[in-house]
């Protein structure tokens, strides 16, 4: 198992609620992305960062932001969930110059 | 899209018995990868073959991968119960600094006992 940890694993919360997901590497990694992934679908890459500092949206539209204002944190936020953000979002990291992505447990988001 | 088309979506076999599955992609790669994900877990990274390999094995793991097809497969041999779980391939774009990668759809492997 990677060095990378995802809080909380699952989450229940209303509509417009304000919620932030947590994830953090110890291995030092440069690149950390978030994806969102449906029940027995594909990955779908919201965020990536290359470093501090530097945040992109993915290859998929997401109400979410993110921050890198430290190596090994890599936060994400909805500022109002939607019954439509109801998915499983997992957060990775990796080295640069790297391609091997090392995940987390992920979290499991439930908007009511 | 470059995006990955696994086939089968799904596989059921017994405890034993060999298990492939297959990968194709569309753009050219630097390399593709193949994942394990135990259901409402995370990715655990298998394997990585580069674009100038044909095969490589670890372990009761083989992967091919032809790159004038655009395809890929993973072999599990002697499969047991444990190996139960989804498997994806992943690819880079070249030209994309091989920053990011995408995911295919999966390959949702059963082994029964």
Known sequence: EADIYQTPRYLVIGTGKKITLECSQTMGHDKMYWYQQDPGMELHLIHYSYG???????????????????????????????PSHTSQYLCASGWAGQNIQYFGAGTRLSVL | SQQGEEDP???SIQEGENATMNCSYKTSINNLQWYRQNSGRGLVHL???RSNEREKHSGRLRVTLDTSKKSSSLL?????????????????GRGQGAQKLVFGQGTRLT???
């Open chain 2, 76 to 92: 599990i041999t002697a499969s047991r119960a444990a190996d139960t779980a989804s498997y994806f391939c992943a690819t880079d």
């Open chain 2, 9 to 11: 979506q799904a596989l």
């Open chain 2, 111 to 113: 082994i029964n006992p």
């Open chain 2, 47 to 49: 394997i990585l073959i």
């Open chain 1, 52 to 82: 501090v500092n530097s945040t992109e949206k993915g290859d998929l539209s997401s109400e979410s932001t993110v921050s890198r204002i430290r190596t090994e944190h890599f936060p994400l936020t909805l500022e109002s969930a939607r």
